[in-house]
């Protein structure tokens, strides 16, 4: 299966389709009026799509299990057909698309079996996704004309006699996102952490390193009195991500806020856990401009 452990949970929604087509009137005032030889047809085929949801990834293959935490299903009759419509909820990490559209198929497969004895003629029609929200799609970032610059905070780095690998990492996510970069290296000093801070011209400041609990790790105390405002709940998300992946994720220190209109980020040194902050808020944390450029024109 496709690797979804990186993504962060969302709620998800989506709505299938199928059209069950009958021959004649006698099969749908049957199906209204409950006499159909095996019985309801439409409580069974609706519980029928309840299981054929909750049991999709046991029959496709790349399917994730995933909990599923509301199943819908409605008919609509027009004519000689019967439309049938499966909504699917949940709060999760990828999208439920297939489930609603699985779930649909075995409504409508279920009603041609109920329905066969008493018609010879009974076909399935269309089965597609009629909508979906939730994932990438539903909170598209433009990211266009966006400039970062990040800052490596680290004695050993600034010195040679260290690689940096935790800069690099994050300035490959944001040329994922389309957002030029230019990364620097300074000591864990606060002089020069104010100094990178007060000068950069770039729209996000990402600095990584120096927020741990050692002793040189001097990074968010030098930059929180410089913000003019915190942005908590991205810490929060960069923090929480973290724990779900590591325990020792509780020690970081990570800051979020802006200053003069600037998106400013303080991340861990590690490799692991600059990427992992990364990927806990970008690119949603980059609606924060527009919102910004919204307060400028009121």
């Given at each position: 299966m496709?690797?979804?452990t990186h993504k962060i949970n969302t709620l998800r929604e989506a709505t299938?389709?199928?059209i069950v087509r009958t021959s004649n009137e006698d099969t749908i005032k049957a199906?209204?009026?409950?006499?159909?030889?095996k019985g309801n047809v439409f409580e069974m085929?609706?519980?029928?799509?309840?299981l054929g949801v909750k049991k999709t990834p046991e029959l496709l293959p790349d399917c994730h299990p995933l909990p599923i935490e509301y199943t819908g299903i409605e008919?609509?009759?027009?004519?000689l057909e019967i439309q049938i419509s499966v909504k699917v909820k949940t709060i999760y990490k990828t999208g439920v698309e297939v489930e609603a559209m699985h779930g649909a198929s075995i409504v409508a497969l279920t009603m041609y079996d109920m329905l066969k004895p008493i018609d010879k003629n009974v076909e399935i029609g269309t089965i597609k996704l009629q909508n979906k929200k939730g994932g990438k799609s539903s909170y598209k970032i433009d990211a266009e004309g966006l400039t970062a610059k990040v800052i490596v905070c680290s004695d050993t780095i600034s010195k040679g006699k260290g690689e940096d690998k935790a800069g690099k990492a994050i300035v490959s996510k944001l040329e994922a996102l389309g957002i030029k970069s230019e990364r620097i290296i300074i000591p864990d000093e606060p002089e020069e952490i104010r100094s990178a801070l007060n000068s950069a011209d770039a729209d996000i400041l990402i600095f990584t390193g120096g927020t741990g609990v050692?002793?040189?790790?001097?990074?968010?105390?030098?930059?929180?009195?410089?913000?003019d405002?915190?942005?908590?709940g991205v810490e929060e998300q960069m923090r929480n991500y973290g724990q779900?992946?590591?325990p020792y994720a509780m020690l970081s220190r990570s800051v979020a806020g802006i200053k003069d209109g600037k998106v400013v980020l303080a991340l861990p040194g590690s490799t692991k856990g600059a990427a992992e902050c990364m990927d806990a808020i970008f690119p949603h944390v980059l609606h924060v401009f527009k919102v910004i450029e919204g307060k400028r024109h009121d």
């Open positions: 496709v690797d979804i299938a389709i199928a199906l209204q009026e409950n006499r159909v030889p085929a609706r519980a029928a799509g309840l008919y609509e009759i027009n004519g050692g002793p040189r790790d001097v990074t968010p105390e030098t930059i929180e009195p410089m913000l405002l915190k942005l908590k779900q992946r590591m």
